[in-house]
């Protein structure tokens, strides 16, 4: 499965339109997308009224090129659309589509925003290398919607809100938390398109603990745990990676550690793949929740 | 679409879904590599307006207007850029598949910071070296012998033995310097030269592809551009056992751009197996290149050659297939069982070579030595258990592929990424019904091979593409197809039972290993009986027994892999062993003294072996052991152990394990190699050994360059082509240097007597006046050229001259082209190699997680002929072992699918998961291999994975039994008692 991914896949149906001959196929990893014969560059929001079930957006392509995809015919290029990657408004930040984690990786600080260091510590926790980084996109990274999505993680953590342009010319949005229904599951249609994620101020000037876990030194993730503790002193853990979707726990201050123990142990979201048991991924949960509680504390 | 490639204008046309990768690749950028096709291992790195990026992953379509740099563009053979040349210098690749892109990404690091490597590099997979020579690469630092004065006088041409190393001889980086000073073994008859000269053998000559490699400039298999090239697709079954009962082509055949669909209708109907070996009836003949019955996920059904990839693609999606599908069985422990579905039921047992195919059966070894009830009634301490390997693919960087077609005399030609061009040759002549001399197989430097390519996946589908098209046809597996269907390495089930006196003196030991094959039989009956061979017969038992079975399964198929079964049974076996340490309380290393194996005893599995298997004269356990004690033991005081972590959740750990194999695979393993004076007077050998990384090609000059006194680097080599040598049984079993080596020595020896003749002849002065150096022979002040000899052998001195070294034999003579001499080599005695492995491991209670904190592996390899690549056969199967023991596993799900189809599910060990290992060299010399050198390069593996287990056993106080040793398995056995 890719890190990221700019097919909405839940749109596209697993098996279409050539009936038994294509359940015959076993998909190979290679080369090209040969079934693609269509690449209509956007240049405005026009331009996406071409996106079907069979014709995708195509944002930074190191996850779609990188799995067979012969159930598609055609990609719309996000990219062409030059939406700003990064934009400071006064009541947090934009992130478009379309921003590559590169970019996302060097933004700089901005004054009280104490969240900072954990676009950075994030970024790090995709599988993909550094040179993934120069062209893969936040926007494909929440679409794909794994649950090691680190965008996922970061986004969650922070109470993202994602803004989602529907096919009728609408726009709806919704929290970060909702946008993802599961394991590479998420909310949008077919002919929608993630335009940006919304991060708010009041939690880039938390502080926030990370903490990442996998089965090797730096590989796929098996959890991604983030804690923020606000000006307020509430404080939200989200957890990422060893569930199946975002899951967040909330509280008035911070909790005691068995209390935050025994509400991580409760969650029932964990699951198993060749990244991880559940029940691993329950107990590093708990133990990395612990170590998040230590640092906010 | 216009835009740069490394500066040059280029103008091409993408396709709507084509990544840059192959768009680089049409413009014949051969030097851009494929590994994955899915972004995960670097191999196609190259720059975009100086960025880095994978261009496997790249949409092409994007690249309009933009300039693209790739390792060609970096710098060239004759002037390599600062970065390339750090990598030749420090040896920093072995096969060179993944080095572009490890030089693109490297190029854009120059100011990183070393200690951000870890992260920075994970996007850039080796399979071969381990990445410690990579780190020095980017340290700066030299690990090869510099090169000689370019104007090299009849002096001595080569600097001391191994000045790298003297310069910097650390301990543990395998540099034998300070450890020994040999003189030829004495099996070696010296060269005419009678003045001392320094030998290249014993130094750590460069790699004569270095320069080419680092710059793109060598080619692999599919590095060639074919006019008019058709490529093959496969199409696999979706069942694991199953019966095709309809199979309609005719959609795919009227597809535009199909040139042939082959079906089982079109399969020759001879059974054989893609395992090759010497001789083929090591293997059961189960397996047809086209079979109506399918016996795991994944098989072929069907397949497409058309003009391009994706309408071979399109047309695969058109053959309509109806199944009749069969109850399958994964489990190998039901294979025998009744009821249980056949695979290869009715199959003669006779021609076929299965032992029983009513009962799933392809292999039985049951023997005992000694009575080995007696063995534990005598016994005061008998400890038992069980361990279970699992299933890792050998994941060279190059996948599969080969290319072949029909050349002017209509032979045909095979270009292939193959360990065993010889013997690939050898049965499509039996599979095609062609003679050997209508067939000529050949590679070009291959990526990687760690047994895979002992085995043919592609040349027997491309040959009947071939011969039903006329065309050339190409066919490149995908990295999915080497996970989930290339052979891997068989999973074996194994358990030991020990007893000893009190004392520690071993009175039993008993073996029973199930193994499992897959759906046929390639290499199962080889590897279950290596299995068993060595690692039970290193040590002392008045009473041994064996009892071992390969069985057939719907799982994919088990082939060879690094080591040949030993591995899996050397876990269970070492692993017992350090049980009955702790239940003696007695110092594991001693106890592998108490009763290993020396040259006085005889060699035992079920009977004492045959004496082809022999010390040879050298013997070096016991210094393994010694030195990877004392490493161990000093590894805190010194700073070469890390530092335990802190905090309660830490358990600190030592392990070790023991290893012996043999030099060469059984039964013979024959090698003819010749070596030319060529009319320019420059020498060229002839081998049919493949470059895979195996660094054979070094050796081989260097063994040349020592017999005919000049430097290695005066020498050219053509080598892994039928048409060059008559033959060769191919770079497996370690054999390159042992056997090849050998050969090319004699004929090296042989050159040399001859070139002494022919100036007798010329002059009257005696042979043995003269001394034979880079430049010619010389006599007092009377010198002749090289050039010279060449020109005046046929007349001067036309006869056959016959050398015999020990184990060889060479025949010089004079032709029109200059002076040939060619040597053989049949490899029937066989030596024995040792490796002794340790590790200190911390292992964290919470998390499962384990850190190396030091890994050691001592090597008896004999006289080191190259010590850096040496070193780095080592470090590199070390890694590996390390790789599969804690991170790689094929998982597959009930229907027998592998569902760990990319690499990013199947996690090679990266550059931050390998930690540096510490290499040191027993100090004998063979008296069969040349100049005393034995073979290193499976043999570093095996002993690892015990080892580690041992230092977690020792670390917590609890046993792994099951590999791979990955951080949800050591937190479950850490937690046994409180995990739900």
Redesign the interface.
Known sequence: ???IFVVFTDQIPLSRG?G????????????????????RLARSRADLVALCTTVVP?AG???????P??HLE??V?L?TLEWPALTVTPDGLDIAATCTIAELSRFPAQPGWLAHPAFFQCC?AL??????W??ATVGGNLCASLPAGPMTSLTAALDGEVLIWSPDGSERRMPVTSFITGNTTNILTPGEVLRSIHLPLRALEARVGYRK?A??????S?AVLLGRLERSGAFVLTVTAATVKPVQLSYDALPDADTLRADVERLDEWFT?????A???R??SC?LADEIREELA | MKFTVNGEPTEATP?????L??LLRDTEHFEVK?G?????C?AC?VLVDG????S????A??IEGHDVTTVAGLGTPDALSPVQQSFVDAAGFQCGFCTAGMVV?ASTLTEADPADL???????LCRCTGYRSIRDAFAGITNVTPRPCAASSSGPVDPAACAAHAASANPGSGCPTAARSHAAAPTTAPPAATTPAPRSVGTSERAPAGARIVTGREEYTLDVAIPGLLHLVV????HAHARITRLDTSAAEALEGVAAVLTHRDSPSTLFSTARHENRTDDPDDTLVLDPVIRF??QR?AVVVAE???IA??A??????EYDVLPANFDPAKARQPGIPLLHSGKNPNDSRIADPETNLVAALHGEYGDIAQGFADADVTVSGTWQSHRIAATALETHASIGWLDDDGRLVLRTSSQVPFLVQKELARLFDRSLDTIRVFTARVGGGFGSKQEIQTEDIVSLAVLKTGRPVQY?M????ELTVVPCRHPMRVSVSLGATAAGLLTAMKVDVLSDTGAYGNHGPGVMYHSCSESISVYNSPNKRVDAEAVYTNNMPSGAFRGYGLGQVVFGIESAMDDLAIALDMNPFELRRLNAVSPTDPLVVTHVEGDDLVFGGSYGLDQCLDLAQNALATGPESGRSLPAPDGPEWSVGEGMAAAMIATIPPRGHFAEASITLGLDGRYTINAGTAEFGNGTTTVHTQLAATALNTSASLIGIRQSDTDVVPYDTGAFGSAGTVVAGKAVLAAATALAVKLGEVAEALTGIPATAWQLNSEGLSSGDRMLTLTELAAAGTEAAPAVTTVRIDGGVANAAPAARGITALGTHAGHRRSLAFNVHAMRVAVNS????LRILQSIQAADAGFVINPEQCRGQIEGGVAQGISTS??E?L?LDAEGTV????L????L??F??TPTTEVYFADTADGLGPFGAKSMSEAPFNPVAPALANAVRNATGRRPRELPF???RL??LL?ADT??
């Open positions: 499965m890719p890190d050539l038994r001959r294509r359940a015959h196929r076993k998909g190979t990893c290679i080369m090209d997308l040969n079934t693609i014969t269509d690449v195509l392509g190191s996850a779609l090129f990188g799995e995809q012969n055609g990609f290029d990219m790090t599988f993909g290398s550094f040179k993934v120069n062209v876990i089965l090797s030194p730096l590989g796929r098996g793949d060749a990244h991880g048991a029940d691993w991924r107990a590093v133990v | 396709r709507a879904g084509q990544a990768r192959t494929k994955c096709d899915t972004g995960d670097g790195s960025e880095p990026v994978h496997c992953v790249y949409p379509h994007r990404t870890p992260r920075l590099l994970k996007g850039n199409l696999r079954s979706p996920r994944g059904v391009t990839v994706g693609e399109a695969s999606r058109l053959i309509e297939v490149e995908s990295r999915t197809d919470r998390t499962g997680e804690l991170y596993e998982i569902t760990t189809s990319v990013r599910n199947y996690h060990a990266q931050a998961d990955s951080r949800d937190w479950r937690n995990a739900s």
